[in-house]
């Protein structure tokens, strides 16, 4: 099987930048994207392609995917940003893959 | 602006069947494959399966979970796609999402489209 393996949870100040990574083996020979998802509400894509920005996604959003690892990160973190954040990738055998996503708290 | 709806579910009780639906507007249905992804009441998101367009043979692929119990099939005169989910267990109780996704390049395969879901609720 193929995991994508992110941190349950991470902690950020307003206004300071939150990392959020995303490991799997060679994941970056293949494209990683990121989803948003806040209490009640359905996911939404904030990063495809490793890095590209879909419209309407504010620029503080950003990512890159490089060895074994994607990073999601924004910078200047609002409370607004309080979601869940999932890594989700593609491979061969087992096709579409999730991570177990990352609780952000702006706090 | 492209919107997918999901419909069909419900309670149910264990080993039954239920067929959602998820109805697309806004693009060329035929042109895209649709996948779908579950979520089990608070935890994370998981794939289910997908069906590629005709173009790419409409080929099928499923989650080992589900495997042999769920299927999936389209009508693109509707813009539908459907996932049958037979021999139904307690831990397939999730809001279904699906969404369309263009298959023919990886750098392709994401859902940039979500519903709201439909939920299924498998219990006796």
């Known amino acids: 099987s193929y995991d994508l393996t992110q941190p349950p949870s991470v902690s950020v100040s307003p206004g300071q930048t939150a990392n959020i990574t995303c490991s799997a083996d060679k994941l970056g020979e293949t494209y990683a994207c990121w989803y948003q998802q806040k209490a009640g509400q359905s996911p939404v894509l904030v990063i495809y392609?490793?890095?590209r920005r879909p419209s309407g996604i504010p620029e503080r959003f950003s990512g890159s995917n490089s060895g074994n690892t994607a990073t999601l990160t924004i910078s200047g973190a609002q409370a607004m940003d309080e979601a869940d954040y999932y890594c989700q990738a593609w491979d061969r055998s087992a096709f579409w893959v999730f991570g177990g996503g990352t609780k952000l708290t702006v706090l | 602006e492209v919107q997918v709806v999901e419909s069909g579910g419900g309670l149910v009780r264990p080993g039954r069947s239920l067929r959602l639906s998820c109805t697309a507007s806004g693009l060329t249905f035929g042109d895209y494959a649709v996948n779908w992804v579950r979520q089990a009441p608070g935890k994370g998101l998981e794939w289910v399966g997908f069906i590629t367009n005709k173009g790419s043979g409409e080929t099928t692929q499923y989650a080992a979970s589900v495997k042999g119990r769920f299927t999936i099939s389209r009508d693109d005169s509707k813009s539908i796609a459907y996932l049958q989910l037979n021999s139904l267990r307690t831990d397939d109780t999730a809001v279904y999402y699906c969404?369309?996704?263009?298959?023919?390049?990886?750098?392709?395969?994401?859902?940039?489209?979500w519903g709201k879901g439909t939920t299924v609720t498998v219990s006796s």
């Open positions: 969404g369309p996704f263009h298959y023919y390049s990886v750098s392709m395969r994401y859902m940039d489209v």
């Open positions: 392609r490793d890095n």
